[in-house]
């Protein structure tokens, strides 16, 4: 059975999933101060391989656990609902299927209480 990185296009499909996400997400003043000091290069090519990974991908993540990453951010929920709109309308912009776009979302979904350290 194909793993959803394989159903959503492979790595070329979340490459330019993450690179629409950023710029969506720059473009938000709910959210966009949280990156003021990110090196974005670096965040975004940390961004494609957790999804590749959190996805299916057949590679290695070594990076940050979701609560690691994010617990001295202080987010709540308006950012987390925030990012999440982005990505949903990333996914859909990029014309993915609603069946994969829900299954993106439940993965997303069910990082809410590591990413607000609940």
């Known amino acids: 059975m194909p793993t959803l990185f394989e159903n959503i296009g492979g790595a070329n499909a979340v490459n330019a999933a993450v690179d629409l996400f950023y710029k969506k997400v720059l473009a938000d003043d709910r959210i966009k101060h949280f990156?003021?000091?990110?090196?974005?290069?670096?965040q975004i090519g940390k961004q494609k391989k957790f999804l590749a990974y959190a996805f299916g991908a057949p590679i290695k993540y070594d990076g940050k656990d979701m609560r690691k990453a994010h617990e001295q951010l202080n987010l709540n929920e308006e950012h987390f609902t925030?990012?999440?709109?982005?990505?949903?309308?990333?996914?859909?912009?990029?014309?993915?299927?609603?069946?994969?776009?829900?299954?993106?979302?439940?993965?997303?979904?069910?990082?809410?209480?590591?990413?607000?350290?609940?």
């Open 35 to 42: 990156f003021n000091d990110v090196d974005m290069p670096t």
């Open 82 to 118: 925030a990012v999440a709109q982005h990505l949903q309308a990333t996914l859909q912009d990029l014309n993915v299927p609603d069946e994969l776009i829900g299954q993106v979302m439940t993965i997303a979904g069910g990082t809410h209480d590591d990413v607000l350290n609940l």
